[in-house]
């Protein structure tokens, strides 16, 4: 291979795979794996996996250190991306533990990190859906809500990379407790979560809802509303309730970054244009100054498997 | 004077007055006038009075164009400040106007602009509160609530400039109308608009409370809650409800941006204390992460009536 420096190391740290690829700076991925996290062998254990990972990839294709340019690493928690801190995660059981400075001595390598949802963020908008822009937010919409903002394409963090915690954003003051401890957040309304519970809590409350066709309360999942909404009032009800808060949380955030897109990832994404439509409606109707300023796009993550991977490529980029 | 070009206009444009005033890249203001807008002689009127307000501001220092950096002004509106165009202002009447241009062909000195808000949010980071401080939002507490976001020590302000409208970020699903439009925006709880009006519904509904020795609904303002809290419940209750949405909206803006500080301007802040003390004990127990993450400080502006011409001036910096 030539020894100009033209490949990146993706790591997608997660609690209970590690998965890794190479890439070239045009999102070609040329190689990729996963080994399990073994988080349970302590921090440095996981950081050696990381760094076994990675040395295992390059030699697959017969890569050495001087073809590459660095690693990236997506981990969810709070991350100091300057320090290369996990300041704290909760998935791995880490506090203050320096990942990058680790798996540096580890392969020789320079390594960046980034908290997950920024690094879905900075990669679906250099390699996915929005890589005509510069300026987008991303929101995921799984487990919990996590957002990453990307301004001039480059992902802005805030202070100590302890800002865009864009799930938990109070939409209705008082409302549902978020796992935050603060109630009435996007999360507590916009999460799969969220939606499983309110689909439980209509189904509840409506014995003869054809929801009940699923069984039992625990086979809900954060499909089922939207798959009898057309045919079940309180199924609707479920996702009109949940589209008009997300609504907000959309609206709220094109007012105050106003980028030019705004990408959806996490599961609940599978709905497609039954949730981007009448979303897009929404934003449309209430964005700040209407018609008379620049309109936000509102967009579907397409980097699927690969979005841990390339977004954390896209940290050199 | 030395040919080395070191001084700058900066001009705070308002519907009655153009404010203007030279100033050093310290901040130092060597003068400073004022001339009425005149809105009535349209844009293109105003761009004159603003030019010649320049120009004897100049002479009257003895400095010619060679010892000027350029020209800042600070418009009320939406403001694209790439292009240097005022898209549209409410206060002034414009629609597509390219001020910047226009001030630049009548002075001969280059012109940056930007919104007010966004305007006293670099000018408090620059020369004022914020000044140890390279990461800060202002939030603006007047007729309406204003922001702007200032990152890396450069005004962050969207697409097309068209962000940081903090104020209009929902808080309360389906709450109060607000003047964009939406319903439950900070700007309808947090706004001195927001709170005369609820000054006004206490008294109404309690027709003994203390506030009434203001004489009549249409002599309260956004001091008389503030005044009566002490001794009044129904004052406390407007103040107290004031506070908790204000520390929602906050606590809102800093999870999502997590700034070093947080700025709050305009005239609810004459408060002091008796606002910021119980917002921050807010912040503090609410803010994503705890004390485990970065803490945000409350300040307020303290620029003064020269907030506007020296963020104008910092514009350039």
């Known amino acids: 291979?030539?020894?100009?420096?033209?490949?990146?190391?993706?790591?997608d740290l997660g609690g209970t795979f590690i998965k890794g690829g190479i890439a070239d700076a045009e999102g070609n991925?040329?190689?990729?794996?996963?080994?399990?996290?073994?988080s349970e062998k302590g921090a440095k254990g996981v950081a050696l996996n990381i760094a076994n990972l990675a040395k295992d990839l390059l030699k697959s294709c017969s890569l050495s250190n001087s073809d590459v340019v660095g690693i990236g690493i997506g981990v969810p928690g709070m991350i100091d991306s300057k320090k290369g801190e996990v300041v704290y995660s909760n998935n791995l059981g880490w506090e203050h533990f320096f990942v990058s400075e680790e798996?540096?001595?580890l392969t020789g390598l320079p390594v960046k990190i980034a908290n997950d949802a920024n690094v879905a963020a900075i990669?679906?908008?250099?390699?996915?859906?929005?890589?005509?822009?510069?300026?987008?937010v991303l929101i995921t919409l799984g487990t919990g809500v996590g957002g990453g903002i990307v301004i001039d394409g480059k992902l802005f963090e805030g202070n100590c990379s302890a800002g865009a915690e864009l799930g938990h954003s109070v939409i209705v003051a008082g409302g549902e407790l978020c796992t935050c401890g603060r109630k009435g957040c996007l999360e507590a309304y916009a999460s799969a979560t969220?939606?499983?519970?309110?689909?439980?809590?209509?189904?509840?409350?409506?014995?003869?809802?054809k929801m009940w066709e699923v069984g039992a309360l625990e086979n809900v999942t954060g499909k089922t509303a939207f798959d009898y909404a057309d045919n079940d009032l309180s199924a609707k009800s479920v996702v009109d309730n949940y589209i008009e808060k997300l609504g907000v949380g959309i609206t709220n955030i094109a007012n105050e970054f106003r980028p030019q897109a705004i990408i959806l990832g996490g599961g609940v994404c599978a709905q497609g244009d039954s949730l981007?439509?009448?979303?897009?409606?929404?934003l449309d109707k209430e964005i700040f100054a209407g018609k008379k300023g620049p309109q936000v796009?509102?967009?579907?993550?397409?980097?699927?498997?690969?979005?841990?991977?390339?977004?954390?490529?896209?940290?050199?980029?």
């Open 276 to 282: 981007v439509k009448p979303l897009q409606a929404i």
């Open 103 to 105: 798996v540096e001595k």
């Open 123 to 136: 990669g679906e908008t250099k390699f996915g859906c929005g890589k005509e822009y510069e300026n987008t």
């Open 297 to 317: 796009k509102l967009l579907i993550a397409n980097l699927g498997n690969s979005a841990g991977l390339l977004g954390a490529v896209a940290l050199w980029l």
């Open 1 to 11: 291979m030539s020894n100009l420096k033209k490949y990146y190391v993706g790591i």
């Open 194 to 209: 969220a939606l499983i519970r309110d689909t439980k809590r209509a189904m509840q409350a409506d014995k003869k809802s």
């Open 29 to 38: 991925i040329l190689v990729n794996d996963k080994v399990p996290t073994e």
